[in-house]
């Protein structure tokens, strides 16, 4: 086969697509192709005469310098030696390039590849399996392999501080989930703000987060969370403070078993959730302020549906406490309402089908806010029922008479008599008597026909 002269051999060097360079031994650039163009931007006559320490990362400096001097000193001359560094580009940012680097005759033989978008593919899906996409924390998997690997005597004691969110579920219901995106990240943003630059910080779940104190006492993780405490209480997501129970618990010893402090520090963080039902009723309360804010019309129309409610529970002849609280419930009973748009709570006009189903969501979502609280428990499921019928044809559950909590009934008569004779939409009040009428039309279909009778003689005092 016929040799291939010098200057078809210019010509391949000239056109490669890949950088080919040849150097001395201590990496003078004597020649350059024309791929140093448009790899890195420079004319071959730019790099020609000068040093690849020019040019090379600072980081990635004593890398080359140790990869051509292993090449050199164990003379291997047969065969291409691999490795990847940082270049600068002319317009100062900087490519991965992948060597292909040969001695041969006391000269560097060097074809180079741009790798900037492999490697940039690369970091992010390494960045994607050990963090979480919302927050920027680390996730889980990241979190439990860094708990294994820092279980070792030298990182003693190692405290462990659990947080779980409050109202987030809430958040969603109410906001929507965008809002409730925006809570987590700004409780991980406080969380992030208040540790120490070598802390371990991990979403470990939905609402839940991790904090790792390697060679933290248990004093000076208390000191950590009281900082967070602190922060958190000067944060809001529409007026909503942001939440966070916490717990934690400490390694001290060596043969004490990380997984039951792990364990421990998650029974403590429930422990601190059990006693959020005071800040919960401070949560009721902005609600409720928020939604007679947002619409005047629900704040008359649930003093005026309590006060029906507390005369009906006087005359059934209920304990004073009892009368309070199907007062509460009479107030509270469209509290979900909170997540319907104003537009909707405003409308003059009949509603729509979809306005409709939207508006029918405020029981399930009243009943979440309140249910909630254990002291209120029952009100939570009135407030449920409120709009079921007594033949089983109501909602959300479809649920029927004896099914129907009382003051579930109670509520739907004083609710309803109260929106005849005070309609906000398109239809004309009715008169005293055509909500009469229309109650007793509906008594043993949507009404309790005995509490029906009761209502309207003795609440109402009409014939």
Same mark, same amino acid.
């Given at each position: 086969?016929?040799?291939?002269?010098?200057?078809?051999?210019?010509?391949?060097?000239?056109?490669?697509?890949?950088?080919?360079?040849?150097?001395?031994?201590?990496?003078?650039?004597?020649?350059?192709?024309?791929?140093?163009?448009s790899?890195?931007?420079?004319?071959?006559?730019?790099?020609?005469?000068?040093?690849?320490?020019?040019?090379?990362?600072?980081?990635?400096?004593g890398?080359?310098?140790?990869?051509?001097? /292993?090449?050199?000193?164990?003379?291997?001359?047969?065969?291409?030696?691999q490795y990847?560094?940082r270049?600068?580009?002319?317009?100062g940012?900087?490519?991965?390039?992948?060597?292909?680097?040969?001695?041969?005759?006391?000269?560097?033989?060097? #074809?180079?590849?741009?790798?900037?978008?492999?490697?940039?593919?690369?970091?992010?899906?390494?960045?994607?399996?050990?963090?979480?996409?919302?927050?920027?924390?680390?996730?889980?998997?990241?979190? /439990?392999?860094?708990?294994?690997?820092?279980?070792t005597?030298?990182?003693?004691?190692?405290?462990?501080?659990?947080?779980?969110?409050?109202?987030?579920?809430?958040?969603?219901?109410?906001?929507?989930?965008?809002?409730?995106?925006?809570?987590?990240?700004?409780?991980?943003?406080?969380?992030?703000?208040?540790?120490?630059?070598?802390?371990?910080?991990?979403?470990?779940?939905?609402?839940?987060?991790?904090?790792?104190?390697?060679?933290?006492?248990?004093?000076?993780?208390?000191?950590?969370?009281?900082?967070?405490?602190?922060?958190?209480?000067?944060?809001?997501?529409?007026?909503?403070p942001?939440?966070?129970?916490?717990?934690?618990a400490?390694?001290s010893?060596?043969?004490?078993?990380?997984?039951g402090?792990?364990?421990?520090? /998650?029974?403590?963080?429930?422990?601190?959730?059990?006693?959020? /039902?005071?800040?919960?009723?401070?949560?009721?309360?902005?609600?409720?302020?928020?939604?007679?804010?947002?619409?005047?019309?629900?704040?008359?129309?649930?003093?005026?549906?309590?006060?029906?409610?507390?005369?009906?529970?006087?005359?059934?002849?209920?304990?004073?406490?009892?009368?309070?609280?199907?007062?509460?419930?009479?107030f509270?009973?469209?509290?979900?309402?909170?997540?319907?748009?104003?537009?909707?709570?405003?409308?003059?006009?009949?509603?729509?089908?979809?306005?409709?189903?939207? #508006?029918?969501k405020?029981?399930?979502?009243?009943?979440?806010i309140?249910?909630?609280?254990?002291?209120?428990?029952?009100?939570?499921?009135?407030?449920?029922?409120?709009?079921?019928?007594i033949?089983?044809?109501?909602?959300?559950?479809?649920?029927?008479?004896?099914?129907?909590?009382?003051i579930?009934?109670?509520?739907?008569l004083?609710?309803?008599?109260?929106?005849m004779?005070?309609?906000?939409?398109?239809?004309?009040?009715?008169?005293?008597?055509?909500?009469?009428?229309e109650?007793?039309?509906?008594?043993?279909?949507?009404?309790?026909?005995?509490?029906?009778?009761?209502?309207?003689?003795? #609440?109402?005092?009409?014939?």
């Amino acid at each position: 086969m016929e040799a291939l002269g010098p200057d078809i051999l210019n010509q391949l060097f000239d056109t490669a697509p890949d950088m080919i360079c040849i150097t001395r031994v201590d990496g003078f650039l004597l020649k350059v192709n024309r791929a140093s163009k448009s790899i890195l931007g420079y004319e071959p006559a730019e790099i020609e005469g000068t040093y690849p320490t020019q040019y090379i990362h600072p980081d990635d400096a004593g890398k080359l310098d140790q990869t051509l001097h /292993e090449i050199l000193d164990e003379g291997l001359h047969t065969e291409f030696n691999q490795y990847i560094n940082r270049f600068r580009h002319k317009d100062g940012s900087y490519r991965y390039l992948e060597w292909n680097t040969r001695l041969y005759h006391d000269h560097y033989y060097c #074809v180079a590849r741009d790798v900037s978008d492999r490697i940039s593919y690369q970091q992010k899906i390494e960045y994607l399996s050990y963090h979480d996409t919302l927050t920027g924390l680390y996730n889980r998997r990241f979190c /439990e392999e860094e708990i294994r690997r820092m279980d070792t005597a030298r990182n003693l004691p190692i405290s462990i501080i659990m947080g779980d969110m409050n109202r987030l579920k809430l958040m969603n219901d109410i906001f929507g989930h965008e809002k409730g995106d925006e809570y987590i990240r700004m409780a991980s943003d406080i969380i992030r703000t208040e540790c120490r630059p070598d802390d371990i910080i991990a979403r470990w779940g939905g609402d839940e987060f991790v904090i790792l104190l390697p060679k933290t006492s248990q004093i000076d993780a208390r000191k950590i969370v009281s900082r967070i405490i602190m922060s958190k209480k000067k944060q809001q997501v529409n007026g909503i403070p942001v939440s966070i129970a916490f717990g934690l618990a400490t390694k001290s010893l060596p043969g004490d078993n990380l997984s039951g402090i792990i364990v421990k520090a /998650e029974k403590n963080m429930y422990r601190s959730k059990a006693t959020c /039902e005071r800040s919960r009723k401070d949560f009721i309360d902005w609600i409720i302020r928020m939604l007679f804010e947002k619409s005047a019309v629900e704040s008359q129309h649930a003093k005026r549906v309590q006060q029906l409610c507390k005369q009906m529970a006087v005359v059934l002849g209920f304990d004073q406490d009892l009368v309070e609280r199907i007062a509460l419930a009479g107030f509270l009973h469209d509290i979900g309402k909170i997540a319907i748009s104003t537009q909707i709570l405003e409308k003059s006009d009949a509603l729509t089908e979809e306005e409709v189903r939207e #508006v029918q969501k405020h029981v399930m979502i009243g009943s979440q806010i309140i249910g909630k609280t254990h002291e209120w428990h029952d009100i939570g499921y009135a407030i449920l029922s409120h709009h079921e019928y007594i033949d089983g044809s109501g909602y959300p559950k479809g649920i029927s008479d004896q099914d129907i909590p009382l003051i579930a009934k109670i509520i739907a008569l004083a609710e309803c008599y109260d929106a005849m004779t005070q309609r906000n939409n398109d239809q004309e009040k009715m008169t005293v008597d055509q909500a009469i009428a229309e109650i007793r039309r509906n008594a043993g279909r949507q009404f309790d026909s005995e509490l029906a009778e009761i209502f309207i003689k003795q #609440v109402l005092q009409q014939p």
